[in-house]
């Protein structure tokens, strides 16, 4: 066969697999479709499918193929973290800014903790570190990765519990926009390379004067001309940031976080979200799952992932009663913001595969990491369904927004999720 039948073959595969287990085994209660692909990318990996079948694994997924693959799964996940920058609620976080600061801040800063800690452990053993990974950007990512909170995957649960567009998803918004800002300022940081300093001052620089000037245009064209505009600014900004040593992924999200949402129609954001998971986002799970290695041994990665999803939910839980005490929540409503928000799966495989491309973390690592997400997302809507029934008034309830002074004016943040009030 050629290369590109192959090529069609596998994207029967990756888009027939993960669908029908999903449908046939009724798996919608626990998790959206795009877990279930996440999972159906790491049965096709050479651990599982290129274990047990390895010359039907060779044959489909050959070299060619996969660099085929790659090039789609590259412009999906960064169509598809463009989007999540555009999407971040920052001038409802500005209005609410003491409640959210405090709730936002113990939410990403105890489960970092815990996975320091934990990732200080990994590096007393051999094969968790990354050939170019130093002791101390190792122990900042895995740390950072347990305190991920997915924001894309915890809107589509949301809108399944139906509490999306309730006080308690709007509240939720906002804690995970701003620690998702956290998230990519610390993976800077992480990947910052003092080889090239210069070349990253330079794209930064560069990167404040042309984001002034994208957003003057866009804000000036009509509205059937700006996605074009954003495609196009895309691919600059994930050259320029791989350019300057950081990742094409940093760079797509600084794309997209600069874009005001309501340039942008809310039924046209939502369709083109999910058509970006639907059409394209599968290929990155798929090729996510061609790079897990079970070659430490399935059993150590197996307790890695248990520890790393351990930390990183008693982290959340922990972080978000230290919040409601704080602030006084009502009984119950601490445990529910905790579990909403330890929802791991997709921005937290996005963060790893970085940390993977630059080789701070090893396969193995990854591995567990990618397991780690996929179980905390698995357990969200079990959890928290039977909650809410017991917590109708905190569904229901509103913070109180603190008064802004005349003599304050409110920052030109993004005007996020508009129509969800």
């Known amino acids: 066969m050629s290369t590109t039948e192959i090529f069609f073959i596998a994207l029967f595969i990756i888009f027939t697999f993960p669908y029908l287990v999903w449908r046939l085994g009724s798996l919608d209660y626990y998790a959206p479709l795009v877990v279930v692909q996440i999972i159906g990318g790491i049965l096709l990996g050479p651990g599982i499918l290129g274990h047990a079948f390895p ?28 989007l999540a920058g555009i999407e971040m609620d920052l001038r409802q976080a500005w209005i609410n800014r003491r409640e959210s600061t405090i709730t936002a801040g113990f939410a990403l800063g105890t489960p970092l903790l815990f996975g320091c800690i934990a990732a200080l452990g990994f590096l007393q053993f051999p094969g968790w570190l990354g050939a170019e990974g130093r ?10 990765a347990c305190a991920v909170t997915a924001l894309p995957i915890l809107v589509l649960l949301m809108e399944k519990l139906e509490i999306l567009r309730q006080p308690i998803g709007q509240r939720i918004l906002r804690y995970a926009s701003l620690d998702d800002i956290a998230i990519w300022g610390v993976l800077s940081v992480v990947l910052m390379d003092w080889d090239r300093l210069g070349k990253q001052g330079a794209f930064l620089a560069g990167y404040a004067v042309c984001a002034y000037l994208i957003r003057k245009l866009i804000a000036w064209l009509p509205p059937q001309d700006r996605w074009y505009i954003l495609f196009i600014w895309l691919p600059l900004c994930a050259f320029f940031a791989d350019w300057s040593g950081l990742h094409f992924m940093v760079g797509s999200f600084l794309a997209g976080v600069v874009i005001d949402h309501h340039w942008f129609e809310q039924k046209q954001m939502d369709l083109m979200r999910n058509h970006v998971l639907m059409v394209v986002m599968p290929v990155f799970f798929l090729s996510t799952g061609l790079r897990t290695n079970w070659q430490l041994g399935g059993t ?58 630059k080789h701070i973390i090893t396969d193995e690592t990854f591995t567990a990491l990618l397991l780690m997400a996929v179980s905390s997302t698995m357990l969200t809507i079990p959890v928290v369904n039977p909650m809410l029934k017991r917590l109708k008034s905190v569904i229901f309830k509103t913070v109180k927004s603190e008064p802004v002074h005349a003599s304050e004016p409110l920052p030109d943040f993004t005007n996020k999720h508009k129509k969800m009030g």
């Open 55 to 82: 010359d039907i694994y060779s044959f489909i997924f050959n070299k060619q193929v996969i660099q085929s693959l790659n090039g789609l799964a590259w412009w999906g996940v960064s169509c598809f973290v463009m």
């Open 135 to 144: 002791p101390w950007q190792f122990i900042l990512g895995v740390g950072m």
């Open 300 to 357: 150590v990665v197996l307790l890695g992932a248990a520890v790393l999803l351990f930390v990183s939910v008693a982290g959340k839980l922990i972080g978000l009663r230290m919040a409601g005490w704080a602030l006084k929540w009502e009984k119950g409503e601490a445990s529910l913001i905790g579990w909403l928000l330890q929802t791991k799966a997709l921005i937290e495989i996005i963060f790893a595969n970085v940390l993977l491309d």
